[in-house]
């Protein structure tokens, strides 16, 4: 049976329950506070992409991915509709991944260059992928009050992995913004005002205990297509995140 959609309060009270990633990676993958995103993420699952027509989708939220202890964290937007709405696992299955995972393979923050399916043997090291936004959107645009539904579940996780956590890398300005709010409920530290704007290669670094916030630009296809983001930029960023990390 279907469960019953959560309230925005009842998403947060829900998230802050979660006492480790697996807990709070189960109940993230069960919600459906949603409507639209649900409709969209089940929609895509239902009808498919021709190339992918023998896969059944997995049309759910997509949690996190990578250890708990990890050091450096990379905020994406959301799942891609093709992409971890299919697989289950975030960036993964679609070309933004296959960039992304190839990167930190090359950074030594993976055990493999590809990340094509949940139980393909992808190990991280030292680091944490998730987004800011759990279900897949339309055109990839999440609205304000979906991404402020969402909010907890990254709040939640940020916290669980708060002990290690020295750099965030942030895929573009939508996460760029969106780690402003997880660093105020998690480090209970007011956010710089005017915040910092966001650019690749930006660094923001706010009070002693939070950690450093690194711009990057998104490895979407139409920035890495089109030569705006491509790998070397994106090699740079990485082992400056781990410099900042303490893991280089
Ligand atoms: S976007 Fe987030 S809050 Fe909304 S249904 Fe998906 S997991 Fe739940």
Not at 88 to 107: E, H, M, W
Not at 126 to 151: G, L, Q, S, W, Y
Not at 192 to 215: I, N
Request: glycine residues 10%.
């Amino acid at each position: 049976m279907t469960k019953p959609a959560l309230t925005p309060d009842e998403v947060a009270k829900q998230a802050a329950t979660a006492g480790d990633l697996a807990e709070l990676d189960s109940l993230v993958s069960g919600c459906r506070a949603c409507p639209r995103l649900v409709e969209w993420r089940e929609s895509v699952a239902a009808t498919r992409r021709a190339s992918f027509r023998e896969q059944e989708y997995w049309g759910r939220p997509v949690p996190g991915f990578g250890p708990a202890d990890a050091r450096l964290a990379i905020l994406g937007l959301a799942p891609a509709a093709h992409g971890g709405n299919r697989t289950g696992r975030i960036f993964t299955g679609d070309r933004s991944g296959d960039v992304l995972f190839a990167a930190l393979y090359r950074a030594g923050l993976a055990n493999q260059p590809t990340s094509v399916s949940r139980d393909d043997g992808l190990v991280l090291r030292h680091t944490r992928i998730f987004a800011a936004v759990r279900c897949a959107p339309p055109d990839n645009k999440p609205t304000p009050a979906e991404r402020d539904t969402c909010a907890p579940w990254l709040h939640r996780e940020v916290a669980l992995i708060r002990p290690t956590l020295r750099v965030v890398v942030a895929l573009g300005g939508f996460a760029w913004a969106a780690w402003w709010p997880a660093f105020s409920r998690v480090y209970d530290q007011r956010p710089p005002s005017p915040r910092p704007a966001f650019g690749h290669g930006a660094l923001a670094r706010v009070g002693d205990t939070g950690p450093v916030l690194l711009g990057c630009y998104h490895v979407s296809q139409q920035n890495t297509f089109t030569g705006r983001l491509t790998p070397a930029m994106l090699d740079d960023v990485l082992a400056r995140a781990k410099g900042l990390a303490g893991l280089a």
